[in-house]
């Protein structure tokens, strides 16, 4: 899956500590939700999108409208 987490984090400045601390996880599991080594769960991409105000469409490369 080709999940635009990782740049919105970088256009963001944020580390991926920070976004671990929002969705209530370590920061290896969220380097690994980049990375796509795992599968991000439904409830972190639904924080997400609210977080970067974007679609959980956008999020994981369904849609290029933000």
């Known amino acids: ?6 740049d919105l ?3 963001n400045d ?3 500590t920070e976004i671990a601390k929002l969705l209530g996880c370590t ?3 969220y380097s690994r939700y980049e990375t796509g080594e795992i ?3 439904i409830n972190s991409l639904i ?3 609210k977080f970067y105000k974007t679609s959980i469409d956008y999020l994981v490369g369904l849609s290029d409208k933000k």
């Open 1 to 6: 899956m080709d999940l635009r987490i990782r």
């Open 9 to 11: 984090r970088e256009d």
């Open 14 to 16: 944020l580390t991926q």
């Open 27 to 29: 920061q290896q599991t």
């Open 39 to 41: 599968t991000i769960d």
């Open 47 to 49: 924080t997400l999108a």
